[in-house]
């Protein structure tokens, strides 16, 4: 095999953002539109309901990769920072991810989060906002080796992802405002969720 030939994994990732961009495949829910209700576990084993937590306020919802996923670590960690302020104007915090409701548990810990994270075991939430993608086949071995199975992290067993995305939710349950964006490494800053929040005082 040339040089030229070998694989290049972060190449492969790079093409795949664009293909995911440039099909529109994944284009979340879009802004003015109504958020479908759901109910998941906790880490905790509660069952959180979007409708009950709407019938306090807003709801900023946060969809993320996985426990694995360094980038999701920093933005939910940036968004724990902001939870008392995102409290503060009457809003509440949910994290989903497709893993198991134990692997939830450990990153809340881990990151000693003060919000709901829960786990949407079937992907069927993340399917129902329109976010569900499969990682290519070519990016498998890489992902294992790097302890990054998805058949091992996802409860589920598949190669699927939900594109990282943030929702502000308004307290009717439409969204007022989303950052939805193949990259991974691009997330809606904490302070943007605030500016957004405010607008709906």
């Known amino acids: ?15 795949l953002i664009e293909d995911l961009r440039s099909s529109d495949a994944v284009p979340g829910i879009p802004v003015g539109s109504t958020a479908p209700l759901f109910e998941l576990t906790s880490g905790a084993g509660e069952t959180v309901a979007l ?3 709407l019938s306090m306020g807003p709801v900023v919802l946060v969809f993320y990769r996985g426990g694995w ?8 960690a940036e968004l ?17 991810s497709p893993q198991r409701p134990d692997d939830s548990l450990s990153l809340a810990e881990l990151l000693e989060l003060g919000f709901e994270v829960l786990s949407d075991p079937d992907q069927r939430v993340i399917r129902d906002y329109n ?12 992902y294992s080796g790097m302890g990054m199975g998805l058949d091992e992290q996802n409860a589920d067993g598949t190669w699927n992802l939900p594109v990282p995305v943030t929702f502000v939710l308004d307290r009717t349950g439409n969204v007022a405002a989303a950052h939805v964006d193949p990259n ?16 709906l005082q």
Do not use: K
């Open 131 to 142: 976010l569900q993608f499969e990682l290519p086949e070519a990016l498998h071995d890489w």
């Open 80 to 96: 724990h920072e902001a939870l008392q302020e995102i409290r503060s104007l009457g809003a509440s915090l949910i994290a989903v």
């Open 69 to 76: 996923c360094p980038y999701c670590h920093l933005h939910l």
């Open 1 to 15: 095999m040339s040089q030229t030939d070998e694989f290049n994994p972060q190449q492969e990732i790079e093409n």
């Open 184 to 199: 991974y490494r691009e997330r809606m800053s904490a302070e943007a969720v605030l500016d957004v929040l405010r607008q």
């Open 51 to 53: 409708r009950d937590q």
